[in-house]
């Protein structure tokens, strides 16, 4: 009897590590590929050299609005949130100081466009 | 004793299975790292139009084409040219159909420092630092993110450097894309054709089809844009415009052009002696 109980208890512990072991390589061993994803889950450097695009084209158009809608893209933030995200990862992932500059200057349009809307 | 080894090999390959079930598919892992190429078509799109939008601001090709590598493209100018063609024929996007075209045909020619704008570009530098504009071929031009990791490469990307010693700081200066040249002017009598059809075909320099280029006609009393690439199965260098009898037209491409002056559908006639209103086809070509 009390082996029998000892034996399901052993059962029931191996049904939990082998449904561990199969999660834990379902998530992060072999994880489903993904397509037709959305922007809001690309990489951060990607995210970043987005926010740097963004930048760059707007030192020539000098339009806020433009470059508001290019990033309502990522849809969860205020454009100028997610342009100030892209500049602190900038700043902390080895950017140029030009680079660094131009994004700067998108983030502080952007305050700015943003409050007179 | 065996029968109970069998019973645990057994709770753990279900276990397996279960875990495997739940992290493929009821409760995948929440996706945070995807690269662009995994982004959804129209996404793409977008990526693509800020990365022609950022060229056209910076003339930066390696660059561009870098950007480009990671969306996945099997032909990037195809796609360019494709995603132009789409842009003119569906003109909702805020984004600007030339400025793929314009980034397809820098792409093809080979071609860095060519934006279709001039950038104003006022970067402030720290004291002791130069901006210094580096050439294409460049090791510090090299582009951004030629694989998935672009943290390394980003780095690789400095424009400005720090000099011990000052020296002149130079000017990017953007070199504007050649003019078009009016390379044939041809008359075309094909009763099969519309009458009085204004053919229009745009080539670069590689003699390949430009799509996205707006061509200007004007006439006396009026004037009207009309775009390559809307008629793809044409080609995408192709376009045209219907003219009236009786009316002379001046035509150029709005990026600049020779401008074909005095054109007028030509009077054609059929083996029976029966008249027509023929066609006219301009070819314009970059040198």
């Known amino acids: 009897m009390n082996s029998t109980r000892t034996l399901w208890v052993f059962i029931v512990l191996a049904l939990l590590a082998g449904t561990g072991i199969g999660v834990a390589y379902g998530w992060y061993v072999n994880p489903v590929d993904y397509f037709d994803t959305t922007p809001d889950s690309l990489r951060a450097d990607f995210k970043a050299d987005y926010v740097l695009m963004t930048a760059e084209a707007y030192q020539a158009e000098q339009d806020p609005g433009l470059a508001a809608r290019r990033l309502a893209i990522f849809g969860t933030k205020s454009s100028s949130a997610l342009a100030a995200d892209g500049l602190a990862y900038a700043r902390s992932n080895g950017f140029t100081d030009a680079e660094i500059a131009i994004m700067q200057e998108l983030v502080t349009a952007l305050q700015a466009w943003s409050g007179i809307q | ?287």
């Open chain 2, 1 to 287: 004793m065996r029968r109970a080894a069998w019973g645990l090999i057994l709770a753990l390959v279900l276990g397996v299975g279960i875990g495997l079930g739940y992290a493929w598919v009821i409760s995948p892992h929440p996706i945070t790292n995807a690269p662009p190429n995994a982004l959804r078509m129209d996404f793409k799109d977008q990526y693509r139009s800020l990365i022609a939008a950022a060229y056209a601001a910076t003339g930066n090709l390696p660059r561009a084409q870098a950007r480009l590598g990671v969306l996945g493209d099997a032909d990037p100018i195809e796609a360019l040219n494709a995603q132009a063609q789409r842009m003119l024929a569906s003109p909702q996007t805020f984004e600007r159909a030339e400025y793929v075209a314009a980034l397809a045909s820098a792409l093809e020619a080979g071609i860095s420092g060519m934006p279709v704008r001039t950038p104003t570009v006022d970067i402030p530098i720290n004291a002791g630092n130069t901006f210094t504009p580096t050439s294409p071929s460049s090791l510090t031009d090299l582009p951004v993110l030629l694989s998935e990791t672009p943290e390394l490469i980003e780095t690789q990307t400095a424009v400005v450097k720090t000099e011990s010693t000052q020296r002149p700081t130079q000017t990017p200066t953007p070199v504007p894309g050649r003019p078009f040249a009016l390379t044939a002017e041809e008359t075309v009598c094909d009763a099969n054709l519309p009458d009085g059809l204004l053919q229009v075909m745009v080539l670069n320099r590689n003699r390949r089809q430009v799509a996205g280029v707006e061509i200007v006609i004007t006439w006396d009393s009026g004037k009207e844009q009309f775009f390559t690439g809307l008629k793809p199965e044409l080609g995408n260098g192709y376009a045209d415009y219907q003219m009236t009898p009786d009316t002379t037209y001046t035509v150029q491409l709005a990026r600049g052009s020779d401008v074909a002056l005095g054109i007028t559908p030509p009077t054609c006639q059929t083996p029976d002696g029966a008249t027509f209103l023929g066609s006219i086809k301009l070819t314009f070509q970059q040198p």
